[in-house]
C-alpha cells in the first residue's frame, strides 16, 4: 500500500523567512512520481512540480526548490524569502505505474497548511 | 480554455436527498477522477475512469456513484447523500503515459443537513 506523510500539519512564518514543508512516502514500487500541488484561499488545485523515481536531481524554480532524497523517501519543498502570497495548503502526493496498472492515481498527503504573515 | 469544469460549484442536501455532480474536460483526456477534500485527511480518491464506459472504485466509493457515457463527462451521483458526505468534491483529469500531473477543476462544496 502506497502512503504520503506529511508530518507538519500548520507552518506560521514571519515574511522573508524560509521554509520548509517535509514529505515522507511508502511505496513499494520501482517506478513512481512524486507532486506537489497548491492550494490557495480561492481553494483550486494548482500543480507545482512532479519528479520521476530516477530522477533524485534536486531542482529550483524562482524562490520554491524540492529536494527529493530515494534513500530517506523524502521529497521536501522549500520556500526561500517567504511571501504572503505563498500562504496556501501544500499537498505532496505519490502515483506509481507499476504494470501499467494504476493509471495514474494519485495517493495525496494530509496537507500543510502554511501562513506567512506580512 | 476551459479545461476541467465543475457543476455545481455549490450545494446544500438534506439527508436522503440525491445529487449528481458533473465534470467535463474539453482536453480529450482519457482518465477522469473524482476525489473527496476533507480537514486533515488530505484527498482521497472516490472513483476514477480510465475511458468512455469505463469506471472503477478508488479508496473511499461507498454511497457513491459514477458514470462515463461520454469521454468529455464523468457524473458523480450520490443516491441517498449522508452527513458523512459533506465535503468538498475534485474532478481532474489527465492523458495517459506515465507521471502526467493531473488537471483539476475548481471544487464543488457540498453539505448534506
Known amino acids: 500500500a502506497q502512503k504520503v506523510t506529511q508530518a507538519q500539519t500548520e507552518i506560521s512564518v514571519v515574511e522573508k523567512e524560509d521554509v520548509t514543508l517535509d514529505c515522507v512516502y511508502e511505496t513499494r514500487d520501482t517506478t513512481y512520481y512524486l507532486f506537489w500541488y497548491k492550494q490557495p484561499p480561492s481553494g483550486e488545485l494548482v500543480f507545482l512540480i512532479r519528479?520521476?523515481?530516477?530522477?533524485?536531481q534536486n531542482e529550483i524554480s524562482g524562490r520554491y526548490s524540492w529536494n527529493f532524497q530515494k534513500s530517506t523517501s523524502s521529497f521536501n519543498f522549500t520556500i526561500t524569502a517567504s511571501q504572503v502570497v505563498d500562504s496556501a495548503v501544500y499537498f505532496c502526493?505519490?502515483?506509481?505505474?507499476?504494470?501499467?496498472?494504476?493509471?495514474?492515481?494519485?495517493?495525496f498527503g494530509q496537507g500543510t497548511i502554511l501562513t506567512v504573515h506580512p | 480554455n476551459a479545461g476541467v469544469t465543475q457543476t455545481p460549484k455549490f450545494r446544500v442536501l438534506k439527508t436522503g436527498q440525491s445529487m449528481t455532480l458533473l465534470c467535463a474536460q474539453d482536453m480529450n483526456h482519457e482518465y477522469m477522477y473524482w476525489y473527496r477534500q476533507d480537514p486533515g485527511m488530505g484527498l482521497r480518491l472516490i472513483h476514477y475512469s480510465v475511458g468512455e464506459g469505463t469506471t472503477a472504485k478508488g479508496e473511499v466509493p461507498d454511497g457513491y456513484n459514477v458514470s462515463r457515457l461520454k469521454k468529455q463527462n464523468f457524473l458523480l451521483g450520490l443516491e441517498s447523500a449522508a452527513p458523512s458526505q459533506t465535503s468538498v468534491y475534485f474532478c481532474?483529469?489527465?492523458?495517459?503515459?506515465?507521471?502526467?500531473?493531473?488537471?483539476f477543476g475548481e471544487g464543488s462544496r457540498l453539505t448534506v443537513l
Open positions: 519528479r520521476n523515481s530516477f530522477d533524485e
Open positions: 481532474a483529469s489527465r492523458n495517459r503515459g506515465l507521471g502526467g500531473e493531473l488537471f
Open positions: 502526493a505519490l502515483s506509481h505505474n507499476a504494470g501499467g496498472t494504476s493509471y495514474g492515481k494519485l495517493t
